[in-house]
């Protein structure tokens, strides 16, 4: 049984079930039966609903045609998304030793300040993910580069079409850089290197300090 598939949805929802579900892997089959497709087309209304809900579309409704009088069968996977919702409120937490950290106080003040789905913005999955990362390579630039996210909560009213957005980052202990060892230097003297950085023993984790000892290194031609 030979069949095609088309899509009607919105293109952000259309184009991930285009080639990632297994109604369209399954295409070509030699071995196809009218009750495997129609369990690949269940199938693929829970796959339409899911990407649906990472668009921040919670309320999607899915449905699939399969017209056999045509060849090859057309299969019609059908979406209708609804309303989307929206981020309602966003509460943002640092605990840890930087949380009374009088130098990191600013720091976290711009973490917060430049977190990235904010109240009103259309609440997808792939945002939210990306503003945790965000926020958290923030906090783990400098001095505490041992932060991670201790709790994230999106919690989704399908009635209201709102989400209110709650985060913990824990700052873990700081950090300093100790010594600088140097290795694989057979042609060259450690203290060609050692005289390229800018950082020194004692001194606060710096991520960018460390990107600039890299351009440094880079840039010498050795």
């Known amino acids: 049984m030979d069949y095609r598939v088309e ?10 079930l285009r080639h990632g579900t297994d109604l369209v892997r399954w295409i070509g089959d030699a071995g196809m039966t009218r009750e495997q ?3 690949l087309a269940d199938d693929a209304v829970r796959d339409a609903r899911s990407v649906a809900a990472a668009e921040g579309y919670f309320s ?20 209708e998304p609804g309303e989307r919702t929206h981020v ?28 990235a789905l904010r109240a009103g913005a259309p609440f997808r999955q792939a945002d939210w993910e990306s503003a945790k990362r965000e926020a958290l390579k923030a906090l783990s630039s400098w ?23 709650s985060v913990v980052l824990d700052s873990g202990p700081a950090y300093r850089f100790g010594a600088t060892t140097v290795a694989g230097t057979q042609r060259y003297s450690p203290s060609l290197v050692e005289s390229l950085s800018p950082v020194h023993p004692g001194d606060d984790y710096d991520r960018e300090r460390l990107i600039v ?10």
Request: glycine share 4%.
């Open 60 to 79: 999607a409704a899915a449905r699939v045609e399969i017209d056999d009088q045509v060849q090859p069968w057309r299969v019609t996977l059908h979406v």
């Open 88 to 115: 309602a409120a966003v509460e943002l937490q640092v605990t840890g030793p930087a949380a009374a950290d009088l130098q990191a106080a600013s720091r976290i003040a711009d973490l917060k300040k430049g977190w």
């Open 213 to 222: 000892f890299q351009r440094r290194l880079i840039e010498t031609g050795y």
């Open 143 to 165: 001095r505490y580069a041992a932060a991670r996210v201790a709790s994230s909560e999106a919690r989704v009213d399908a009635g209201t079409r709102e989400a209110r957005l």
């Open 7 to 16: 899509v009607e949805a919105p293109e952000a929802i259309a184009e991930p």
């Open 37 to 39: 497709l129609r369990r």
